[in-house]
């Protein structure tokens, strides 16, 4: 991040101690699986902002429950970095052993008499429902239906801890518009430095969408009085909605000058070792709406899947006083993409490429739903779709558009009619 900022030298020994602390860190996990312990990627949540921007605490107390994470690094909102000076560099990476980790390393090491030994590791294990042990592992993490169980997500308020990601993101890319180079530096720094930032803004946005339509997974044993599955209260999930409507989804969630667009060159001798070395090598050009619209087009993808709709209809029955709706999924993701229809004026080339790809999975998902589908999200679909054709009908005939744009909603138009007259085919069937 310093250094992307343009405020680190890269042979500093600044650098040699961020070095040695990942080192620290990457060993204690690395050793932790030689004693036996899995990945835990709900450690991540158990301590709050104040307190990971803390040096004493962290010092103390490490950035997650243990060091079986996969961790975020523990990086200061922009602005504070200023603020706080060195303190705010002070533990990036954690520093200590969480503790779910002594407490998982006395269940598994601790002497004890034989007599003794049932008692004692039923009662090690009783404490599991304690805040700070917080567990969930490989399969809860990938198979993509626990919002707790994630890797590089960081604190207790996780949406929080994403808009900062975002901001910081949009920090980096904006400080690269006016970075000036050092004798000898290559061009290909600001093409790392906003492909670092990319890539955030997409570890952020897979953070927000596994809220929505997540259900919290628990192992606990009965009589910790905790359900082992919960669906995410609606309003936390209305609130991941809001800022991937705001930060990715919408028309001004992310700008590159033209001026940058063209200094943002591949490192060349790179390239030729990799060329020689059998590596793969990416373009020599730096398509900005690619990259862009990969990270929308995976959004739409996550949150217009048939997983996603079936769990917030199984949500309505599980919670039924405290359900986020699929109803209010579709206008949501509807008034975020298709802005511009309530604004007026041409649509840029990248907003039509997006609202291109709502149409076609919004046609898709009427004509051809899958085997698994469920019939009751048929309907919100349909209905969804009825109210978009309508905006777009009254939209193509304003004044002010270019001819793109005119184009562009008439092709929409009639894809979403062909689609809401033809016959569907399910799957399987």
């Known amino acids: 991040m310093l250094e992307s900022w343009g405020e680190l030298d890269p042979d500093s020994p600044e650098v040699e101690r961020f070095v040695q602390a990942y080192v620290k860190d990457v060993t204690m996990h690395e050793v932790g699986h030689t004693l036996g312990l899995r990945h835990n990627f709900r450690a991540s949540r158990i301590w709050n902002e104040a307190q990971l921007a803390d040096p004493e ?22 602005g504070l970095a200023a603020q706080r000076g060195e303190r705010a560099w002070a533990h990036v990476f954690t520093p200590t052993l969480g503790p779910y980790d002594y407490w998982a390393i006395e269940y598994g090491y601790r002497p004890l008499p034989p007599e003794r030994e049932r008692e004692e590791l039923a009662r090690i294990a009783g404490r599991s429902a304690e805040p700070q ?40 890319i904006a400080r690269q518009e006016t970075r000036e180079l ?89 390239r030729g070792d990799a060329v020689f070395s059998g590596e793969s090598v990416g373009n020599t050009d730096f398509s900005l709406t690619a990259q862009v619209l990969d990270l ?40 975020a993409v298709w802005s511009e229809l309530g604004t007026g004026g041409s649509i840029p080339a990248l907003r039509r490429e997006l609202q291109r790809e709502h149409v076609n999975r919004l046609a898709m998902l009427l004509i051809r739903p899958n085997a698994l589908s469920r019939a009751d999200a048929r309907s919100p679909l349909r209905s969804e779709a009825v109210a978009l054709l309508a905006k777009l009908d009254a939209a193509s005939r304003r004044g002010g558009l270019d001819a793109k744009s005119r184009a562009h909603l008439a092709d929409s138009a009639d894809t979403l009619r062909q689609a809401l007259g033809a016959r569907f085919q399910r799957a399987g069937t």
């Not at 959004?299 to 709706?325: H, I, N, Q, Y």
């Open 133 to 172: 042990l917080a567990f969930g592992t490989d399969e809860d993490q990938f198979l993509g239906i626990d919002p707790e169980s994630l890797h590089f997500d960081l604190g207790s308020d996780v949406i929080a801890f994403a808009r900062k990601r975002l901001d910081l993101a949009r920090d980096v």
């Open 57 to 78: 605490f962290v010092a103390k107390n490490g950035l997650t429950g243990s060091v079986m994470e996969y961790t975020a690094i523990n990086l200061p909102a922009p």
């Open 296 to 335: 929308k087009r995976g959004v739409l993808g996550a949150l217009m899947s048939d997983a996603v709709a079936a769990r917030l209809l199984d949500s309505e029955t599980k919670s039924p006083a405290d359900a986020f709706r699929f109803t209010e999924l579709l206008d949501g993701l509807q008034r």
């Open 182 to 270: 050092r004798p000898g530096q290559h061009h290909a720094v600001l093409r790392r430095a906003v492909g670092f930032a990319l890539r955030d803004m997409s570890r952020s946005a897979s953070i927000l969408t596994r809220q929505i339509g997540g259900v919290r997974t628990l192992r606990d044993f009965p009589g910790t009085g905790r359900d082992p599955l919960t669906p995410v209260p609606a309003a936390q999930q209305r609130e991941a909605l809001a800022l991937l409507a705001s930060g990715i989804l919408s028309a001004d969630s992310l700008r590159i000058s033209p001026q940058l667009q063209r200094r943002l060159v591949v490192d060349f001798s790179d």
